[in-house]
């Protein structure tokens, strides 16, 4: 692949990926990660998303009252993320890149299958203790070995009865956490090249801009009917690469 043809692909992923978030509130690692994985290795996807991930993460994060309320609750949670997420990023750096690409795909298919069915889980606040380092230490590794933060922490997120700006917070947080933390584990483990910090420097304008036309897709269609396409892209997108991996 050329230059151009990479800035090509990093420009369309990211306004694409842009676009996910702006509509939806997510999405723009998973997307980003599932598209970029396709073509090479997930531990260079990884490393390309940080930036743009960690800038529109914490814009999530800041808006709104809640975000010092949410860290008291959920902060044995994000600390085990951190652990678990810089041990496990070290499965990125010595895996085969055809069975990180694997489990990237999995877990694309396990998310979107997750969230089309919508099941309906309550977490009760007793339980909330022991269960949050739980899903904790479990997104930790999956984010470490794959480079997509969504399970299992969104749905233990979304069941644990938060209004909805709580959980757009919540998610801010949790992504928020989890990039900085596969940042720390790439560098950790020598795998954050510097022409990668460039690359996912390049990659914030355009997913800026997809954030943008997203809110103003938002207005125009069905957030329901546009969720539904996109996971069923990711269904598709799960199977390509779980069938035909990065090589």
Request: glycine residues 10%.
């Amino acid at each position: 692949m050329t230059t151009f043809e990479l800035f090509c692909l990093l420009f369309a992923t990211f306004l694409g990926a842009g676009v996910v978030k702006g509509v939806t509130g997510m999405g723009l690692p998973t997307v980003a990660t599932g598209v970029l994985g396709a073509v090479m290795s997930p531990l260079t996807a990884a490393a390309i998303l940080v930036v743009p991930s960690f800038v529109t993460n914490v814009w999530q994060l800041l808006v709104g009252p809640d975000k010092l309320r949410l860290m008291r609750r959920l902060w044995v949670m994000m600390l085990c993320i951190v652990i678990s997420t810089v041990l496990g990023t070290r499965l990125l750096v010595v895996v085969n890149p055809v069975w990180s690409a694997r489990a990237l795909g999995i877990a694309l298919i396990a998310y979107a299958a997750y969230a089309l069915l919508s099941p309906t889980l309550s977490i009760s606040k007793r339980a909330e203790p022991w269960l949050s380092p739980i899903v904790g230490i479990a997104s930790g590794v999956v984010t470490g070995a794959t480079g997509v933060f969504v399970i299992p922490a969104v749905p233990y997120l979304q069941s644990l009865g938060l209004q909805k700006d709580e959980l757009v917070q919540a998610l801010g947080l949790s992504f928020t956490v989890s990039t900085i933390a596969l940042a720390g584990g790439l560098l950790t483990h020598g795998a954050f090249r510097l022409d990668q910090v460039g690359l996912s420097l390049l990659a914030v304008v355009p997913s800026l801009a997809g954030m943008w036309l997203g809110s103003i897709v938002r207005q125009k269609i069905s957030p329901t009917t546009f969720r539904r396409c996109f996971l069923l892209f990711l269904v598709v997108l799960g199977l390509e690469l779980t069938l035909h991996p990065f090589s």
